[in-house]
C-alpha cells in the first residue's frame, strides 16, 4: 500500500558522514515503523535500525549504534538515515522498509514493503 525511494547514496571517505532518505507515497505514512537495513555482496541483509511510526523511538544494531541517527518527517512522509563517522565495513546498498504497529522489529520478515535500495561506498 505503500511505495518506499531510498536516495542519498553516493562515495564518501572513511570518518566522513552521508544523509540517506526514504521517500513514501500511497499510502497513511503516519501510522508506519521504518527500519533500515544494508546489504554487502555476498552478506545477508542486516537490520541498521529503526524508528516507531511518531517518531518516539529508534534503536539501533550494536555495529552502528552511537554513530548512526534516524528521524522522520512524517508531513513530508520521509524518514532520515544520518549516517556518521563512517566506516569500510559500512559499505552496503542500504533499504528503508516498513510495516504497521512495530515498535521493536530487528529482521527483515517483520517488514513488508521495501524500497529499491541506494548504493553507500565508502573509502579508505
Known amino acids: 500500500q505503500v511505495q518506499l525511494v531510498e536516495s542519498g547514496g553516493g562515495l564518501v571517505q572513511a570518518g566522513g558522514s552521508l544523509r540517506l532518505s526514504c521517500a513514501a507515497s500511497g499510502g497513511s505514512f503516519s501510522t508506519y515503523a521504518v527500519g533500515w537495513f544494508r546489504q554487502a555482496p555476498g552478506q545477508e541483509r542486516l537490520f541498521v535500525g529503526a524508528?516507531?511510526?511518531?517518531?518516539?523511538?529508534?534503536y539501533f544494531a550494536a555495529s552502528v549504534k552511537d554513530r548512526f541517527a534516524i528521524s522522520r518527517d512524517n508531513a513530508k512522509n520521509r524518514v532520515f538515515l544520518q549516517m556518521n563517522n563512517l566506516k569500510k565495513e559500512d559499505k552496503s546498498v542500504y533499504y528503508c522498509?516498513?510495516?504497521?504497529?512495530?515498535?521493536?522489529?530487528?529482521?527483515?520478515?517483520?517488514?513488508?514493503?521495501w524500497g529499491q535500495g541506494t548504493q553507500v561506498t565508502v573509502s579508505s
Open positions: 522498509a516498513a510495516d504497521r504497529g512495530m515498535y521493536d522489529s530487528r529482521v527483515v520478515t517483520d517488514y513488508t514493503y
Open positions: 524508528i516507531t511510526d511518531d517518531g518516539g523511538k529508534t
